[in-house]
């Protein structure tokens, strides 16, 4: 009985411990890809989102601070009288850089004054001369209408007997050197007319002779005006030591040196690929390796109709079989605004450029 009773059905036990395990490898194989799938789907909108407000800004770091620059030199040859600029010094527009020896010049000038007064002269002159002729025309028409009408008597006394052959002749004779003689007078004072430009009564300051003579001396008084040298537009004197007072200095010789820090700009040399949206007028951020931490404002002025290899000694040849594409870069000219107090910008600084294109993309540019 005792062993009837205890010997029936055992009572059913759960096995926790085995199925903890089953129900958290459950949970990671349904967690496991709705993890993996958000983690695509935020990879997605991060650069879905970056390339929607990417795109607007394009950054060069091949870019440089440029100025105007001029290369002083004269047109005209002579000795350097003084030279009241140094190394390094600041000068404004108008002020003298260099200075000839201005005697020569001013000889020049007086000798070719002297010449165009004495053409002066000789002109007034020769009018009076014309005139002069014109009086010896009309003396010698006299006497020629007079040696006629000798002529003509004795024409009708020869054949009567009234004066002999030899008195006939010599009237015949008289009367055709007379007409000769004032033939040339009359090429004489035309030939003096045509001097005179064609005309006796015209101011001798507009005739040809008198002109040529001006010029001499403009060409004079612009030489002696040369011969002192003044800064185009304010800037530095560089370069300054290699002309000394005394030495003489050629026509069109370089003296020295003058960089501007009016003009001033920076140009930039982007990727052809990256002037899709750049135009005139882009806001740009500028900032110098010379100073870091320091960004000057500025905008795009000019965008080149070329890229740098169009000018270049030997463009590149791309007719050859073995021809391999290389991007170009565009020349660009940024206007940078320089405020007082802003270090000196100087020229063949490396800078680095952001323009701001303005452009956003949206979705429709992927389709």
Not at 142 to 157: I, P
Not at 206 to 211: A, G, Q
Not at 334 to 359: F, N, Q, Y
């Amino acid at each position: 009985m005792s062993q009837a009773a205890t010997s029936g059905p055992a009572p059913r036990i759960t096995n926790r411990v085995t199925e903890a395990p089953a129900r958290r490898r459950l949970g990671r194989a349904v967690v496991r890809p709705i993890m993996m799938l958000g983690g695509i789907a935020v990879v997605v909108a991060a650069v879905g989102f970056y390339w929607l407000t990417g795109g607007r800004v394009v950054s060069i770091d091949d870019a440089y601070v440029r100025a105007a620059k001029e290369v002083i030199s004269t047109d005209v040859s002579g000795i350097v009288a003084s030279v009241p600029v140094h190394e390094g010094q600041r000068v404004n527009k108008g002020d003298v850089l260099l200075r000839l020896d201005p005697r020569p010049f001013q000889i020049a000038l007086a000798g070719a004054t002297a010449n165009r007064d004495a053409m002066a002269s000789t002109l007034n002159a020769m009018k009076l001369d014309y005139k002069r002729m014109l009086r010896d025309v009309d003396v010698k028409q006299a006497k020629l209408q007079s040696d006629q009408a000798n002529y003509d008597r004795f024409a009708n006394l020869v054949k009567s007997g009234g004066v002999t052959r030899a008195e006939y002749d010599n009237a015949r004779f008289q009367l055709m050197a007379d007409k000769q003689a004032v033939e040339a007078l009359k090429v004489t004072a035309a030939v003096q007319l045509a001097r005179l430009g064609g005309s006796a009564d015209a101011d001798v300051t507009t005739m040809n002779d008198y002109l040529k003579a001006q010029a001499r001396v403009d060409e004079a008084r612009r030489e002696l005006d040369h011969a002192v040298i003044n800064a185009p537009f304010g800037g530095i004197a560089t370069q300054v030591e290699t002309v000394q007072p005394g030495m003489y200095l050629a026509a069109a010789t370089a003296a020295f040196g003058l960089v501007s820090t009016e003009d001033v700009w920076v140009e930039a040399n982007p990727k052809e690929t990256e002037l899709t949206h750049v135009k005139r007028g882009d806001p740009v951020d500028v900032t110098v390796d010379t100073y870091p931490g320091i960004t000057w404002k500025g905008e795009v002025e000019a965008i080149a109709p070329n890229s740098g290899s169009e000018f270049s000694v030997l463009p590149a040849q791309n007719t050859s079989g073995n021809w391999v594409k290389v991007v170009q870069r565009i020349p660009v000219r940024i206007k940078v605004e320089h405020k007082p107090g802003d270090p000196e910008l100087r020229a063949g600084m490396s800078v680095e450029a952001d323009i701001d294109t303005g452009h956003t993309r949206s979705w429709r540019d992927l389709f």
